[in-house]
């Protein structure tokens, strides 16, 4: 009986600062509706990928390590289920995330390859498919960039007290993994010659 008292007099003692409960609840939604923008965004970029290779490969059939790697690298990336419960789970999380960076390093060479192909640049159909790979780079920056807020914000609710003690043991809620730097040197000032 005490025990319950000591519960009820805690449970008024936080009432004004409110369990956070639908503000929990609606900032989870928040964060698969973000993380379900990035997987469309990726899914674009994967969709895209099979028809620049084509066209690609019709001008500069020789260079095939480049255009295998860019294949390579796209089955990779959609190899891995990005389900809206990838962000819970860490380890798969940062296997999504190298295998998209590793499909993104692949175009960036295939399009340097390009640069020795003027006609292929000159081509309708690869300008079209170049301009929409750009524009599907920037949409996926800006969805992982409103991803990365909306977890900002959710993990900042369910650490902060009292709604952590709602989201931990009401909701059996905790902190969403988010994205990071690849893995390579973003430090390092490039080197630019003239």
Known sequence: MRGRVLIIV???ALLPFGCGYNEIQGLDEGVKAAWAEVQNQYQRRADLVPNLVRVVSAYASHERETLTE???AR???VQIAPGTDLPARPEEFRKFQSAQAQLSGA???LMVVVEKYPELKANDNFRDLQSQLEGTENRIAVARNRYIRAVEEYN???RYFPTNLTAKYLLGLSARE???APDRDVERVPDVKF
Request: charged fraction near 30%; aromatic fraction near 22%.
């Open 10 to 12: 805690f449970w008024f």
């Open 156 to 158: 900042k609710k369910v």
């Open 107 to 109: 175009l960036n060479r």
């Open 178 to 180: 988010n994205f990071t």
């Open 70 to 72: 860019v294949t390579e």
């Open 75 to 77: 089955a990779r990336a």
